[in-house]
C-alpha cells in the first residue's frame, strides 16, 4: 500500500461517488472495501450488483442501495429477500423493491 495505491484509491473513491456504476470496473480490492461500495451504492443502488457478495447481505448496505434504486433488490442476497421485516423496510424506502422480493 504506497502513496501510488492512496493517490489511486482517492481519485477512484471520488469516481464512485459521481458514478457509482464504476464499482463494475474496480476490481476486487475495491469491491470488498465498504467505503467504496457504500459510496457506489448511493450514487446508484444498482452498483450493489458489483460488490462483493457479502455486501449483499449486509442490511445497511442493501437499504442504502434500494432507497436509491428499489431494483436494487433483485441483487440482495436470498436470505434478505426472504426477511418479511427487511422487505417491509426497503419497501418503506422505495416501493419498487417489492417488485423484487421473494414471497
Given at each position: 500500500?504506497?502513496?501510488?495505491?492512496?493517490?489511486?484509491?482517492?481519485?477512484?473513491?471520488?469516481?464512485?461517488?459521481?458514478?457509482?456504476?464504476?464499482?463494475?470496473?474496480?476490481?476486487?480490492?475495491?469491491?470488498l472495501?465498504?467505503?467504496?461500495?457504500?459510496?457506489?451504492?448511493?450514487n446508484?443502488?444498482?452498483?450493489?450488483?458489483?460488490?462483493?457478495?457479502?455486501?449483499?447481505?449486509?442490511?445497511?448496505?442493501?437499504?442504502?442501495?434500494?432507497?436509491?434504486?428499489?431494483?436494487?433488490?433483485?441483487?440482495?442476497d436470498?436470505?434478505?429477500?426472504?426477511?418479511?421485516?427487511?422487505?417491509?423496510?426497503?419497501?418503506?424506502?422505495?416501493?419498487?423493491?417489492?417488485?423484487?422480493?421473494?414471497?
Amino acid at each position: 500500500s504506497g502513496p501510488l495505491f492512496w493517490a489511486n484509491r482517492a481519485a477512484f473513491l471520488e469516481a464512485v461517488r459521481l458514478h457509482g456504476d464504476a464499482l463494475e470496473s474496480a476490481g476486487p480490492a475495491f469491491q470488498l472495501d465498504r467505503d467504496f461500495v457504500m459510496e457506489a451504492v448511493r450514487n446508484n443502488g444498482f452498483a450493489l450488483e458489483f460488490a462483493d457478495p457479502a455486501f449483499r447481505a449486509d442490511p445497511e448496505v442493501v437499504l442504502e442501495a434500494v432507497g436509491q434504486a428499489g431494483g436494487a433488490l433483485k441483487f440482495v442476497d436470498p436470505a434478505l429477500r426472504t426477511d418479511p421485516e427487511f422487505v417491509r423496510e426497503a419497501v418503506r424506502r422505495s416501493g419498487f423493491a417489492l417488485e423484487f422480493a421473494d414471497p
